[in-house]
């Protein structure tokens, strides 16, 4: 069993108050915003099925996508009269980790290019909108100057500048990771000179998130080629539902447990974000044991008991398959126990109300971790994202606390 789960498993809750996004679902239905994910019924209110006037869906077919602020990319159509129109003042903070080829343009910052055309002339007026965007992962390198990214891809320039200008241009903010682009062998010097470096990707994700961002995550992203008028119209704006498909979600009664049956990092995330609005039904207990530790985190509520057992093989499986992790891997006991990944092992198991994890160890220093992260997790419970703001250090004692000491939250 991969040993670097136990960064993952049930300890989610004080990474980030994520907003749930979502995977396409098939034409004229809509699942609902159910819990968890894989068994058994959703969770939530409202409609999972949707129908729309066949008039209706045929007049918007005739219309042609536009580019109100920025040209040639993330074309939108206008939608005067749809509900949810865009709101005035709303602030979107958007995570980019997905990558592309070196010499192609990064499909994430086309998405980006969306957002601000949806602001701009998606509805029935123009509505302000701030926009900022955090560069790390397999997205940093995508923000160096055209010399520093001709040099180390040997590429005539960099493909993404002409975009990253037109989005600076007009008015969105872009961040780019510090920490991830020394890790890749470059410098604040190599940047765009409109792009800001950083300190982290974490410190700006947590501040843009107390100053009222919301959080969009854009961990995979898919080219779309530009709409051409004419014949591409309808195509176009059938992309366009289903890319806004993967950005809205809908209150509905769930086709299996519901969040985690979403794919990828946004469906794993949307279950956190559900895990931790529902933090007060959660209870944990840990206990220490003379290799380690034990944590039994359960709810009383059915659809929280499951996203609890959903939560533990999704993250599993992230790990085992080598796919982008949360962010809050920058945490300094997570950092130690990624460090320390072969000196640990971890087993899981359902109980009838949620999960129990054990970690264990023969290295005494590796067992104060495994300790130090079941309470860093239950204080994320208890105190949600306020915890992130809280200073901490690890102990330098390796003596391991003592055997059977039960705690309760």
Known sequence: MGRTIALFIILS???LAIAPTFAQDQPGQRRGQGFGGGRGPGFGQGRAMRHHAANQDQADKTQQPTYPAIANYGGVVQLP??????????QLLVDLTSGSDADKLNAGLEQVARFVNLYAGGGAEPADVRIAVVFHGDAT???????????????D???NLKLLQQLSDSGVDLYVCGQSLISKGSAPS???????????ALTTVVNLQADGYAYLPIAQATANTSPKPGAAAAKQVDNLS???HAHRPEIGRGMGRGLGARQGMQGDMATVHAMFDARDKIKRTIKNL????EAITESDDEAIADMLKEHVPAMEDRVLGNRPLPPMTFHPIFVELIKHAEDYTLTHEETDKGMKVKYQSDDPYVVMLVQEHAKL???FIKNGMEELHTPYQLPKSTEKAPADGLQED
């Not at 003379?290 to 530790?293: I, N, R, S, T, V």
């Open 190 to 200: 190599d940047v765009a000179m409109f792009v800001k470096t950083a300190v982290s």
């Open 13 to 15: 809750f004080g990474a």
């Open 81 to 90: 009269a749809a509900a949810q129109q865009p709101r005035a003042g709303t």
């Open 377 to 379: 997790i239950s204080r």
């Open 290 to 293: 003379p290799d380690g530790a």
């Open 157 to 159: 320039g960099n493909p």
């Open 141 to 155: 390198l995508a923000v160096l100057n055209p010399e520093a990214y001709a040099a180390k891809f040997q590429t």
């Open 242 to 244: 289903e890319d806004d």
